[in-house]
Structure formats: structure tokens, C-alpha cells
């Protein structure tokens, strides 16, 4: 087809695709062939090539798809003034196209089982009407949210048991890779939310239990760890364990404080400083905690004096705060309420921390509501204040 008609006829279809997401008719959708509408047509140079133009917009006029206005003022046939829709569905028959309409109509049909269980494809669905990509995807590529939704719905149906994901990629898609290539769309289906802030697909794996290889418990303090029938006591500075072995603490009698921080330097940093806090235990989240660690921490929650401190530090972002919101969603599951450390910090201490950047809206919003959730009113009043994120190792390790 001559360059020039298809680039106008799929601007008419791209008009159409459009006026049928926000769900009007269509009617009354048409292209003038001026120099600023469409200036190609005016830069076409030579008279075959005109020639040739007009003969593939004559062919879809004859398939019923538009209706051509010709200048009378040029002679016969020999300018275009304006081209009107007729039919959007012969238009896209003409050009051997699926047009978007037809795309999301399909896409639904396959994810409509799932809506209520995950509403946010509502969400999806109509951005998708509107010509809008999800997180780099469009209706072309449902199958991916397809298996997303199934690996979701598989995670969450084992509780606190970790998952092998190569394990299940090859069992649900055949792939032992292609679940490590979801994580955008299983982000959102675990958010809820299309807008939500984009997350490392490490906490979003972590978040399910999707593993690698099992995860490792790190614990310091002077208590005991129960691995079936025997208790370990923690006489290094740090031991780790599987989460499925342990099965129970002993000996917390003495502990204070709890602290559980996100990030590996951190825990190592602190560790070193423990010898100043004897009644202290502390956790290392691995990031996004996965089911299998958030049993054990509820294990130890268990076991404390009722009278100990349960608190977390974290990153100042959007992603620290969603593990914040799920450690205390777990402390609450068992009477407990999460504290957060050091994640309202003196202004001062930020003037040479260079691993900083602003807070987008839709980061600040979230953890404003997350802090609302859990009447944390330092962090949301500094966040609101400063809108900026700041890693956790910039900051010296401290104590609560």
C-alpha cells in the first residue's frame, strides 16, 4: 500500500480506536488532508505517486470503509480535501489489522473469570480501552497476566511455604524462566493498584514466597532457637536458619527490644554494636519478607515478654514502608504493635547522604496512607514534609 494512505487510514482507525475507549460512537471521525493534518500528502512530489495514493484510499472507499471529498476546484480526482470513517470494522479489515477494540474485547473474555478476585484487572482493562500501556504491556499480551494470575493465586494458597519458582514457571507455563518475567504484572495484582509505585521484582517475589533457593533466618540476641526438639542457643553474634526447622524460641525472658531492619549491611553493623544491648534481638528482612520468615517472626513475636519493644527500620521509600505495613500486619495478627526506627530522621544528618532522590506522588500518597494504617505520625508528617527517599545503609546504624 502507497506510504501515504496507510499512514492516513490508520490514523482514522487509531481515531476510531480511540473515541471507542472513551465509548462513543465514532461518528463524525474524519482526516483532512491539509498540510498540518496530514503533511505528507502535501509533500508528495511527484504525479504517479499521487496517482498511486489515491488509488489505495479509492480501494478502501470501495470496501465501504470511508468516503473520500475530493477538491472540485483541482479537476477530477486530482486532490483530496478530506476523508471520512464509514465502517471502523471494514476500515480494519481493510488494513488487515485487529483493532484495539476488538484486542481488549478478547482480553477480557479471558481474564473476566478473575475480575473478582482481582478488581484491579477492572483497572487494567479500561486503560487498556484507552490506548494506555500497563507496565509495558497491552492487550496483545493477556496471556502474561494470565499466568500471573495463576501464579498469584498458587502462592497464596500455600500459606507460609516458600515456592521454587523455576519449579513452578515450568509447571503452569511450560518455562522453567518465564514467571521471573512477570514480575510487573504480578506486581500489580499483589498492589491492587495500576498506578501503585514499581517495585524490585525481588520484593515482589519475596512478598509470595517465589524462591530461588530457601531463604535464611538471621537472628542475634541472647535467646534460643528451637529446631524440632532441640534449642540452639545464640552464642554468635548472628546464626541463621531455614525458616521451616525452626519451630519455636526459649529463653526470652530477658528481651526488651525487637528490631528487624531491611537491608544486610545494616544487620551486620548493628550486630557489631550488640555487646551495648544485651536485652536486644535483631532480624535481618531480607528485603521483602516472604510467608515462610513472617511464621517464624510471628513464632518469636509469641514468645516474648509482653512488656518488650517491637520496632523496624527500613528505607524511606515506598517499598520500605510496604514491608513495614507487612511486619506490622504480623505483629498485629498477634497482639503486637510495630514501632519504626529511624525512619523520620533529623533534616541535618541528610546534607551529605548522596543516596537520595524525590518522592514521586504516587509514593508519597502510599506510605501516607500505609503510615495512617498504623498511626506511625512522625514518618508521614516527615515524609509529607521533605518528599525525598533515603536508603538505610546512608544512615548510621543506631539502636532504638
Not at 38 to 43: E, H, I, K, N
Not at 157 to 170: C, E, I, N, Y
Amino acid at each position: 500500500m502507497n506510504p501515504v494512505a496507510s499512514h492516513a487510514l490508520l490514523k482514522l482507525l487509531r481515531r476510531a480506536e480511540n473515541a471507542s475507549g472513551r465509548s462513543e460512537d465514532g461518528r463524525n471521525i474524519g482526516l483532512r488532508f491539509s498540510s498540518e493534518s496530514l503533511p505528507a500528502y502535501s509533500a508528495i512530489g511527484t504525479h504517479a505517486e499521487k496517482e498511486a495514493c489515491h488509488g489505495d484510499l479509492l480501494l478502501a472507499e470501495r470496501d465501504g470503509a470511508i468516503s473520500i471529498e475530493w477538491d472540485r476546484r483541482a479537476g477530477e480526482r486530482n486532490q483530496i480535501l478530506r476523508v471520512q470513517l464509514l465502517d471502523r470494522e471494514a476500515l480494519a479489515r481493510h488494513l488487515g489489522l485487529v483493532p484495539r477494540w476488538d484486542a481488549v474485547a478478547r482480553a477480557a473474555q479471558h481474564l473476566g473469570p478473575h475480575l473478582t478476585e482481582y478488581p484491579v484487572l477492572e483497572e487494567v482493562l479500561a486503560s487498556w480501552r484507552r490506548g494506555a500501556k500497563v507496565r509495558g504491556t497491552g492487550p496483545e499480551d493477556v496471556e502474561a497476566w494470565r499466568y500471573a494470575v495463576a501464579v498469584v493465586s498458587h502462592c497464596r494458597a500455600q500459606v507460609a511455604t516458600d515456592v521454587a519458582v523455576r519449579r513452578l514457571s515450568a509447571q503452569l507455563t511450560g518455562d522453567s524462566k518465564r514467571v521471573e518475567q512477570l514480575s510487573a504484572p504480578i506486581d500489580v495484582l499483589i498492589q491492587g493498584e495500576v498506578a501503585a509505585p514499581v517495585r524490585d521484582p525481588e520484593d515482589v517475589f519475596n512478598e509470595l514466597g517465589l524462591v530461588k533457593f530457601p531463604p535464611t533466618f538471621l537472628i542475634s540476641g541472647a535467646l534460643q532457637v528451637r529446631v524440632g526438639d532441640q534449642h540452639v542457643p545464640i552464642d554468635a553474634p548472628y546464626l541463621g536458619f531455614p525458616p521451616s526447622a525452626i519451630t519455636g524460641f526459649a529463653s526470652c525472658e530477658t528481651v526488651a527490644v525487637l528490631l528487624t531492619v531491611e537491608n544486610l549491611t545494616t544487620f551486620h553493623e548493628l550486630v557489631g554494636q550488640r555487646q551495648h544491648m544485651p536485652a536486644a534481638v535483631l532480624l535481618y528482612t531480607g528485603g521483602m519478607p516472604s510467608p515462610s520468615w513472617k511464621r517464624v517472626y510471628r513464632l518469636l513475636l509469641t514468645s516474648l515478654p509482653v512488656e518488650a519493644r517491637v520496632f523496624h527500620w527500613g528505607d524511606i521509600d515506598a517499598g520500605g514502608f510496604r514491608i513495614a505495613d507487612h511486619l506490622a500486619a504480623c505483629a498485629g495478627e498477634v497482639g503486637r504493635r510495630v514501632e519504626l526506627h529511624a525512619m523520620s530522621p533529623d533534616v541535618a544528618r541528610l546534607d551529605s547522604v548522596s543516596s537520595r532522590r524525590a518522592l514521586a506522588d504516587a509514593e508519597v500518597s502510599m506510605i501516607e496512607k500505609l503510615c495512617a494504617r498504623w498511626n506511625w505520625d512522625a514518618p508521614a508528617r516527615w515524609v509529607s514534609a521533605h518528599r525525598i527517599a533515603v536508603e538505610q545503609e546512608s544512615l548510621p546504624a543506631s539502636w532504638p
